[in-house]
């Protein structure tokens, strides 16, 4: 399996609700990441985690927060979030601890749509 | 600062013609360059990555070229298809741990 899953493709909410991004990959990598990328633009970095550990933090809005529940699974828990979080986000995951090590290639997932009303 | 930047913003050609896309980069110390194919509304999927003992490498009909002394990098496309259409980012990554930096992105677009 070569894959990184990101579940769901798309999501609605308004901006009381709560809801979960969830991303999954079972190639043994240690290092998980979420981006947040808007239209036409790179994607930014929100946060790492490596050896299930978060070891990046790129000074996110606490709307968003991430946890590890195991090797294998990566969620984005999302609260009271605003009309300008509406993004493309898109989870990555890489073989060792940060993907600027060495030839260490990040494979992304096919993103998250969300559009916050 | 460090900084990726690709040329051009965007590009139309038409389909079976060739294009080479630019890169240039101020990331210093350097470790290696990677070329990503996003199609719209998909993540980024990996062409090649190279690092500073590479000048080239292929992938397909893709080709990357790296001149480490000119931080400079390209991605040449043989034969376009239509299914070559999308965004193609260039990301850099610096040693010592360094974050990845990403490019802008060259839009392509190919037609018929």
């Known amino acids: 399996d070569t894959e990184v899953t990101q579940t769901p493709k798309h999501l609605v909410m308004g901006m009381t609700n709560k809801k979960s991004l969830k991303c999954e990959q079972h190639?043994?990598?240690?290092?998980m990441y979420w981006y947040k990328q808007k239209a036409k633009k790179p994607p930014e970095l929100m946060f790492v985690?490596?050896?299930?550990?978060?070891?990046i933090n790129e000074s996110v809005p606490s709307r968003f927060s991430p946890e590890c529940p195991n090797s294998s699974l990566l969620n984005l828990h999302l609260h009271a979030l605003q009309p300008e979080d509406s993004a493309l986000y898109l989870c990555?995951?890489?073989?060792?601890?940060?993907?600027?090590?060495?030839?260490?290639?990040?494979?992304f997932g096919a993103g998250s749509r969300l559009t916050v009303l | 600062k460090n900084q990726v930047e690709q040329s051009p913003q965007s590009l139309i050609i038409l389909e079976g013609k060739n294009c080479t896309l630019q890169?240039?980069?101020?990331?210093?110390?350097?470790?290696?360059l990677r070329w990503y194919k996003q199609d719209t509304g998909r993540g980024p999927v990996s062409l090649t990555i190279?690092?500073?003992?590479?000048n080239t490498k292929s992938n397909g009909r893709y080709t990357a070229t790296l001149d480490a002394d000119t931080k400079q990098s390209s991605l040449h496309i043989t034969a376009s298809q239509l299914s070559d259409s999308a965004s193609y980012i260039c990301v850099v990554s610096g040693a010592k741990g360094g974050k990845l930096i990403f490019g802008q992105g060259t839009e392509l677009s190919v037609k018929p």
């Open positions: 890169c240039n980069y101020t990331v210093s110390p350097f470790s290696n």
């Open positions: 985690y490596s050896y299930e550990k978060l070891s």
């Open positions: 190279m690092t500073f003992s590479e």
């Open positions: 990555a995951s890489s073989q060792i601890g940060h993907a600027s090590s060495g030839a260490n290639v990040l494979t």
């Open positions: 190639m043994g990598h240690r290092a």
